[in-house]
């Protein structure tokens, strides 16, 4: 993760490189594998596993033309840049191709999913309609572009310019369309069926822009549930655009990853700024000075259930403060992809996590928790807010959920399913605490997942699956039995970093009477 200062003294989180972002990398830049590993094993999991983490765009890198250099010789003519390649119809929702990266190092595969003037403002429409011209009388470069690039998360998605776009790899979505219809053509020749065979329609749709599908992030589309397929596709046509582009938090500006929900008149606002303190959020830069300088919160409402140096987390019924917890649940959605949860929360506690100083206590994360989980769910959503990253603050979410649950004498795991960045966290942890019991467990005495189960407040499932992942458990003697190799331990304790955990004497809380 990239922090600079701007003139205003605000720090800007910034973004480097897809491979950031990947389904084994949780936050922004970084400078090296072991580094990335680190940073991915501190983050905290998004959804039911849902992290979150913000960052901010480096500014969009130009290509050059692409022309061979002037005196280049015949020799190395081969080697040289193809000729530039140029387009003047605009570029179609639905169009792919390979689009120049940020740090113009690599080029990735994009498709465009919406469309814009380049000269675009975000003034509130009036009657349904806008001073923007028609797209279609538009010239190519006065055009701006929203693309998803192909196998990376949403979250990278942005608006681009058509210098980005290396148009020499363009594939027209109308020409794609052709390509299958007449492998669609073909394939019913060599079988026989007839053009007008059937209810549908050959090759209808596709490589339309309803026909493409965007991955990544922690949204679980794709359920196979019929009832649910339209609110699935609701939902990724609603939010494929994000809406919001930064919000200013404190002594931060960071980049949205998401779209979310926010009142028309505030979701049409490029930046956001909201009170770190309240979570109110407004529109213009002057009603947040004033805001600040008249703000009396600060901490977050609820009670104060754990406190050491530095670190507090606060208790919410969702119930009793609603509008603070529907304030936090709409700053969430910026930075998870697939959270739903925005207005009804009545049936969550929420806990702040809060780094404390002289000014106040300083929201850095949150998970909520069902006030009756049938499942045993101990926690649902999970977010480390993008400026207190690589802190420490995932484990010690996920690690605090799990001494709630000892409390109540039961055993927990997060809501299901876990999105991947939630998997790589959970499963991290849960390794973290196994080897840490085995090496200080005494090998001449048997230890069963149960009495691990008990001790930990992990379910049973969780820790089975993280033993078979790493290959501990065998089959002895016709049964199952954990199977540890003391040096693999002794060697995962000396190079893992340890990491910042909740320390259960610094914990004041009772389980809620409506638990009991």
């Known amino acids: 993760m990239k ?39 501190d983050a905290a999991a998004n959804g039911a596993a849902g992290h979150a983490h913000a960052l901010s765009q480096d500014k969009a890198a130009t290509r050059g033309n692409g022309t061979t250099e002037v005196g280049a010789t015949k020799a190395n003519a081969d080697e040289a840049e193809p000729p530039e390649q140029t387009e003047e119809k605009p570029l179609q929702i639905g169009d792919r191709c390979e689009v120049l990266w940020r740090d113009k190092t690599q080029q990735l595969q994009a498709i465009i999913i919406e469309r814009r003037p380049v000269n675009y403002t975000r003034k509130r429409k009036k009657k349904g309609k806008t001073n923007d011209p028609d797209l279609e009388t538009l010239k190519i470069d006065e055009i701006q572009y929203y693309v998803h690039y192909e196998g990376q998360d949403r979250r990278l998605d942005e608006w681009i310019l058509i210098d980005k776009f290396i148009l020499g790899t363009l594939k027209r979505v109308k020409d794609e369309s052709d390509e299958k219809a007449d492998d669609s053509r073909k394939l019913r020749r060599r079988s026989g069926v007839s053009s007008h065979s059937g209810s549908g329609h050959a090759g209808s749709g596709g490589g339309h822009a309803g026909s493409f599908s965007m991955s990544g992030g922690n949204w679980h589309g794709g359920s196979g549930d019929p009832s649910l397929a339209a609110l699935e596709r609701e939902h990724e046509e609603t939010t494929k655009v994000k809406n919001i582009e930064k919000i200013v938090m404190g002594e931060y500006e960071v980049e949205c990853w998401y779209f979310s929900p926010y009142p028309e008149e505030y979701a049409q606002a490029e930046r956001l700024y909201i009170c770190e303190f309240c979570l109110t959020y407004m529109r213009k830069p002057s009603t947040y000075r004033d805001h600040k300088a008249n703000c009396a919160c600060r901490h977050p409402p609820g009670k104060e259930i754990y406190r050491e140096t530095g670190l507090s987390v606060f208790e919410i019924d969702g119930k009793e403060h609603r509008a603070y917890c529907q304030n936090l649940c709409l700053l969430a959605k910026l930075f998870l992809d697939h959270k739903t949860l925005y207005y009804d929360v009545d049936p969550f506690y929420f806990y702040i996590i ?17 006030k009756v989980s049938q499942e045993d769910y101990n926690l649902a959503c999970i ?8 802190h ?6 996920i690690s605090f959920s799990y001494e709630l649950t000892k409390l109540e004498a039961k055993t927990g795991s997060p809501e ?5 960045l939630g998997k790589i966290s959970y499963r991290s942890y849960w390794k973290y605490i196994l080897f840490n019991i085995f090496s200080k467990h005494d090998p001449t005495k048997n230890i069963s997942v149960e009495d691990i189960s008990v001790q930990t407040g992990i379910k049973r499932e969780d820790i089975i699956s993280t033993l078979q992942s790493l290959d501990m458990i065998k089959c002895w003697k016709g049964q199952h039995v954990i199977y540890v190799k003391q040096g693999q331990i002794n060697e995962y304790m000396s190079q893992v970093r ?3 955990l909740c320390k ?8 809620p009477k409506s638990n009991n």
Not at 358 to 365: E, F, K, L, M, W
Not at 383 to 390: C, E, G, M, N, V
């Open 383 to 390: 977010l480390t807010f993008p400026q207190y990253q690589k």
């Open 3 to 41: 922090t600079d200062r701007d003139d205003a003294g605000v720090k800007m989180v910034t973004i480097a490189s897809p491979e950031t972002v990947g389904a084994s990398t949780v936050h922004s830049a970084t400078k090296s594998p072991a580094h990335a590993s680190a940073m991915a094993q």
């Open 392 to 397: 420490g603050y995932g484990k010690f979410i």
């Open 504 to 511: 259960p004497d610094c914990l004041e809380w009772k389980p």
């Open 498 to 500: 340890h990491p910042r």
């Open 416 to 420: 299901k399913p876990l999105s991947d």
């Open 354 to 370: 809060c780094q404390v100083d002289d000014s106040g206590a300083h929201i850095v994360g949150y998970f909520s928790k069902e």
